[in-house]
DNA sequence: GTCTATAGGTGGATAGAC
DNA sequence: GTCTATCCACCTATAGAC
């Protein structure tokens, strides 16, 4: 794994950028005022901006997952895990901010090819992990819905998207977070 | 109204692109090969970009306002009302791109300040249709729901934005029908 | 690994002829 | 209302000194 202090900064420093302001609303520019070196630099680092690009969401898929994992290992309870996935959103709300990959999504028109399978992976990943909590859930009597576990996982995962798309464009995290309240309340 | 011909080609161009790579993702000279004028005409008619994309979106809100008091005028029932909702999406993933106000909204950062209030607008405009519709169809007895008809309808909404956006990223139109199945059943 | 300098291209925008 | 021509700022990217 690399693990260059410089080159974590400039991923930090994209990252925050691409979440607030969009795919194509960031440049070398940007991130070299913002911690300091020159463009250049960065160049050194990341020869193309889709390298950087294409780091910054392998580097967001692979925390997510060990998040996922730390969940796994923290609480037992399918409420609980889903309570927890749904509070990492609300951290990325909280920088005033969306997903990374649903920044991505919005602008897939203008991904590069070589981006989108990291894309898709993110969110079947994703799907697939909130699956297995619904399917357990729903055998220990935790969860109870109707439908496939599937349907129901996609289902959540889309409303926390859409949900921190709306929240954070209306400026008003009093909306998100009821609807984390609806969404569990629906589960019981 | 302003109904002139090169004005509407203008915008519709726009909103294409705009929908598709986003709102940073397109420029005048994208939008001069497209419809085949050259650049300083389009300025003749929207003289800064930030024009042009302020009425892309009053456009499209009073587009669906329209499209809202349609659905009104032509069925009844709750269900089938938040079926045709439903269905104004389904419409935009075939166009294979998302809702202009998600896109507006997942690049909020980048976004002119003149625009945000009528942003917000839109999503507080369509909270506020299925709201009503979700407190009609309960008292009528044709949806069943626990917490408040606003809650349910944020949720809705939101599930339908992020539900786009994975979709589309996806390249999977049946993810999103079976979204639509999933939200409907939960309301039944 | 970071810098200065610069190339080559594109962004939004304007002036003025037709 | 559309055009040609042009401006200047900014973009990504590279060469080469330190």
Chains 1, 2 share one sequence.
Not at 63 to 78: D, H, M, N, P, T
Not at 102 to 113: I, T
Not at 127 to 155: D, H, I, P, R, Y
């Amino acid at each position: 794994m690399n693990t260059n202090p410089t080159r974590d900064l400039i991923l930090d420093s994209a990252q925050a950028l691409a979440q607030t302001r969009g795919f194509n609303g960031f440049s070398y520019a940007d991130i070299a005022a913002e911690i300091g070196i020159r463009k250049a630099s960065i160049h050194h680092h990341f020869p193309t901006k889709h390298d950087l690009e294409t780091e910054l969401l392998e580097r967001y898929r692979a925390g997510f997952i060990a998040e996922l994992k730390s969940i796994e290992s923290s609480v037992s309870g399918s409420v609980e895990r889903l309570q927890r996935y749904a509070q990492l959103y609300t951290n990325t709300l909280n920088s005033h901010c969306i997903c990374l990959a649903g920044m991505m999504a919005s602008d897939v028109g203008a991904l590069p090819e070589q981006l989108k399978p990291s894309l898709v992976a993110f969110f079947k990943e994703h799907v697939e992990w909130l699956t297995k909590v619904m399917t357990a859930g729903k055998s220990a009597g935790e969860l109870n819905f109707t439908g496939s576990a599937q349907a129901q996982a996609n289902a959540f995962l889309a409303a926390l998207q859409g949900g921190l798309l709306m929240a954070n464009a209306m400026g008003d995290e009093a909306v998100f977070k009821k609807l984390k309240q609806t969404l569990l309340a629906q589960l019981k």
